[in-house]
């Protein structure tokens, strides 16, 4: 799986849109970019996974760079309970999900 | 809430002792993971098993061991405990093998003293 390299902390004002960068410029074809995030100690939360394409649901957007090299995660309206540690993880789509490796994380602070 | 559920939320024990750690995937999941979070290690990967067969394994120690039963839940056996094996243990479920989407429970936090 390709290594992912993201910003140790990060601060964003309630309200305002957070947009978390991830790199992973040795991103293969079939591998997936996703997101999780973690709210202390609570078990870590899926948030959005893409191929090539932007992607929207109901807690983010993922937006990933035509070469596929980077991605953004996007919370659009920030509030405090966002205030996590947020992980991008990328994944061989086909293979066993068990390896994914979480590596440090993005800490998110929404700040009021 | 996740769907997944673990006990026991907390657990005490000294060391060179045997725990067991229980964990209820979601209703319909079939593949259950096991990870590991010291404050040091970060999300450690343990183990996944899918209905019923161990699939995957991580850095798993050898005195620690895990199964899934018919029913799908999943108990993890740590045993000979230290005190380096104080962490958080999550489990996680996803409907397939691939697991695009993976369901953490709550956790257990396991304190050796």
């Known amino acids: 799986d390709a290594k992912t390299t993201q910003p140790p902390s990060m601060d964003c004002a309630e309200g305002r849109a957070a947009n978390l960068p991830c790199n992973h410029s040795?991103?293969?074809?079939?591998?997936?970019v996703y997101w999780y995030r973690q709210i202390h100690s609570q078990g870590p939360q899926y948030i959005i996974h893409?191929?090539?394409n932007n992607e929207t649901n109901e807690m983010a957007s993922l937006i990933i760079t035509e070469d596929r090299k980077s991605s953004t995660l996007i919370l659009p309206h920030a509030t405090l309970r966002d205030t996590a540690v947020y992980y991008c993880?990328?994944?061989?789509?086909?293979?066993?999900?068990?390896?994914?490796?979480f590596g440090d994380g993005t800490t998110l602070t929404v700040k009021p | 809430d996740s769907g997944v559920t673990q006990t026991p939320k907390h657990l005490i024990t000294a060391t060179g002792q045997r725990v067991t750690l229980r964990c209820s995937p979601r209703s319909g999941d079939l593949s259950v993971y096991w990870y590991q979070q010291s404050l040091d290690q970060g999300l450690q990967f343990l183990i996944q098993?899918?209905?019923?067969?161990?699939?995957a394994k991580g850095n798993i120690l050898e005195r620690f061991s895990a199964q899934q039963f018919p029913d799908l839940h999943s108990e993890l056996n740590l045993s000979s405990l230290e005190l380096g094996d104080s962490a958080l243990y999550f489990c996680?479920?996803?409907?397939?093998?691939?697991?695009?989407?993976?369901?953490f429970g709550p956790g257990t936090r396991l304190t050796v003293t």
């Open positions: 893409g191929l090539k």
């Open positions: 993880i990328v994944r061989v789509a086909h293979t066993n999900a068990g390896k994914s490796t």
């Open positions: 098993y899918y209905n019923g067969e161990e699939r």
């Open positions: 996680a479920s996803s409907v397939g093998l691939q697991g695009y989407e993976q369901y």
């Open positions: 040795t991103i293969s074809g079939n591998e997936y």
